[in-house]
C-alpha cells in the first residue's frame, strides 16, 4: 500500500491529482487514519490504461451499439455509467 504522495511520485503526477482520481472513483483508496492509501497493482493498472490513450470517434460508436439495443436511445449519462461499468469489471473480478 502507498500513501498518496508515494503513489504521486510513482504515477509522475501531483498527490491532487491522485486526489482527485480517488474522489472520482477512478483509483480506489483506503482510509488509514487520516491518510489514504493506494494499493501498488491498483495504480499500475490505472497508468497502463492511460497509457492506451482516449478512445476514438469509431470505437465510441462501436461501444454505444453495443450498450444500447437498436430503436431505443440512451441518455449521455447512462453511456458513462456503462462505460465505467466495463471499465471497472475487470478490477472486481480480482
Excluded at 491532487?16 to 482520481?21: I, K, S, V
Excluded at 480517488?22 to 488509514?32: D, E, M, P, Q, Y
Excluded at 439495443?69 to 462505460?83: C, I, N, R, Y
Aim: glycine fraction near 6%; aromatic fraction near 6%.
Amino acid at each position: 500500500m502507498l500513501d498518496v504522495r508515494e503513489a504521486a511520485a510513482l504515477a509522475g503526477r501531483a498527490p491532487e491529482t491522485l486526489r482527485r482520481w480517488i474522489w472520482s472513483g477512478k483509483l480506489a483508496a483506503r482510509k488509514h487514519g487520516n491518510r489514504l492509501l493506494v494499493a501498488r497493482d491498483d495504480l499500475d493498472a490505472l497508468m497502463a490504461s492511460a497509457k492506451r490513450g482516449p478512445i476514438t470517434l469509431a470505437q465510441w460508436v462501436r461501444f454505444v451499439d453495443d450498450h444500447v439495443p437498436s430503436g431505443k436511445s440512451a441518455s449521455a449519462a447512462d453511456l458513462v455509467l456503462a462505460d465505467r461499468y466495463q471499465r471497472d469489471e475487470p478490477r472486481a473480478r480480482r
